[in-house]
């Protein structure tokens, strides 16, 4: 018993302070995660949340956000709406569409890895970059425009098209709005089961029905998932809408960043209450994905 007592202690000693140093070591590893999230994330958010509650001698005021209801920037919330809608709603479409095409249409094995390459870069291309892309190819003088008057004697500015439009912007969104349905969608096809496929063919359902009557209603709630996500991903891209448009068109983060980075109608805690204001849109739209991802997996389990 001396001996059995004598080996086990350094094991139970030893057993004791290994989790202790692996714990360690695992909170030292999020650290510098944590700080960032601290110093541009936090931080930063509860600086305009308290800021949009001050006025400029930072006295507390509701004022900044009474003005939010008021016409100009109404329009430019609802403009906005519409932008970050359309591009989530044909990005979600197009981008499921690709995505099942590459993954269950039985195309050549090259094909999935390339588009998800691809799906990488150009779903985090955007700003400068993007706009001068796409002035340079839709532009009044751009490469595209250039060879449909040349070769098709197609004028397609005087259609009414304008690439610094609702039209333009919500084109050059769809860029990278596709893209990351692309990769968001791809894990919940990937779950799709052979077997499901199989058990309908063995019940006399054609290809059509299983899609529609099986497949779709599995795959909705990560699809309306994914949409929510592309509009709170529309909704707050304020780079590439300022680089493309510049301020002929009012939507809420050029009026925001007008307000912050200042002109004529300069209002630091105004561009606060606007920031605020797609604090809770997008906070909103993504807490609804986290929802339904939280409850397709669930039902997946």
Not at 283 to 294: E, K
Request: proline share 4%.
């Amino acid at each position: 018993m001396a001996i059995t007592d004598t080996v086990d202690e350094p094991a139970a000693v030893s057993g004791g302070t290994r989790p202790r140093a692996g714990q360690f070591l695992t909170w030292l590893g999020v650290a510098p995660f944590m700080i960032f999230a601290l110093l541009f994330l936090i931080l930063p958010t509860a600086q305009l949340m308290v800021g949009a509650f001050q006025d400029a001698q930072g006295h507390f005021t509701l004022n900044n956000i009474a003005r939010l209801f008021t016409d100009d920037i109404l329009s430019a919330y609802w403009i906005s709406f519409k932008v970050s809608f359309v591009s989530a709603a044909t990005g979600a479409v197009l981008g499921l569409i690709l995505a099942l095409a590459a993954i269950q249409g039985g195309l050549p094995a090259w094909v999935r890895p390339t588009l998800m390459t691809f799906s990488g870069v150009a779903s985090n291309f955007a700003g400068v970059p993007l706009a001068f892309a796409f002035l340079a190819t839709l532009g009044r003088i751009g490469l595209l425009t250039a060879l449909l008057r040349q070769y098709l004697d197609f004028d397609l500015y005087g259609t009414g098209f304008s690439i610094l439009s609702f039209t333009g912007l919500t084109l050059t969104y769809l860029y990278f709005q596709i893209p990351l349905m692309v990769l968001i969608i791809a894990p919940a096809i990937d779950g799709m089961k052979t077997e499901w496929r199989e058990a309908c063919e063995s019940l006399g359902g054609s290809g059509w029905y299983f899609w529609w009557r099986v497949a779709l209603p599995i795959l909705f709630p990560s699809i309306l998932g994914s949409a929510l996500l592309l509009f709170a991903n529309a909704f707050g891209a304020v780079a590439t809408a300022y680089a493309l448009t510049g301020s002929s068109l009012n939507i809420v983060p050029i009026l925001l960043f007008a307000q912050i980075r200042g002109d004529v109608l300069h209002d630091q805690n105004l561009g606060y209450a606007l920031a605020l204001g797609m604090i809770v849109v997008t906070g909103l739209s993504n807490a609804g994905y986290i929802w339904l991802r939280a409850r397709t997996e669930r039902g997946r389990a």
